[in-house]
């Protein structure tokens, strides 16, 4: 059993800043693959980034590649996801995800590949 629980998210104005976290407790020791997808209302989930096992593998959405960085603290149990130069199409509630893999570099691409989701977190972006 796995629990997510993401922090961080908030209200900003465009070109602002906000650091997601996610802590992850229960079975978190074996090898996974973590990272984050993005909900508006009445849209389908759409994916935002990913890390490996390792940390040394990411994979970002064309949409946030440049402005968003995605790592992780596997003593701690934690992704994060830094984001910059929001726009108010980043406007959407955030979820953390985590997948186990016997792979160390592995990256989930789909959401039928994620095992465990986050509650989520808003994130307004202003304009």
């Known amino acids: 059993q796995v629990q997510l629980v993401e922090s961080g998210g908030g209200l900003v104005q465009a070109g602002g800043s906000l650091r997601l976290s996610c802590a992850a407790s229960?079975?978190?020791?074996?090898?996974?693959?973590m990272g984050w997808f993005r909900q508006a209302p009445g849209k389908e989930r759409e994916f935002v980034a990913a890390?490996?096992?390792?940390?040394?593998?990411?994979y970002y959405a064309d949409s946030v590649k440049g402005r968003f960085t995605i790592s992780r603290d596997n003593a701690k149990n934690t992704v994060y996801l830094q984001m910059n130069s929001l726009k108010p199409e980043d406007t959407d509630v955030y979820y953390c995800?985590?997948?186990?893999?016997?792979?160390?570099?592995?990256?989930?691409?789909?959401?039928?590949?994620?095992?465990?989701w986050g509650q989520g977190t808003q994130v307004t972006v202003a304009s």
């Open positions: 229960g079975r978190t020791a074996s090898r996974n693959a």
């Open positions: 890390i490996s096992w390792s940390g040394s593998g990411t």
């Open positions: 995800t985590l997948t186990y893999t016997g792979a160390s570099s592995w990256l989930p691409r789909t959401d039928s590949q994620i095992e465990h």
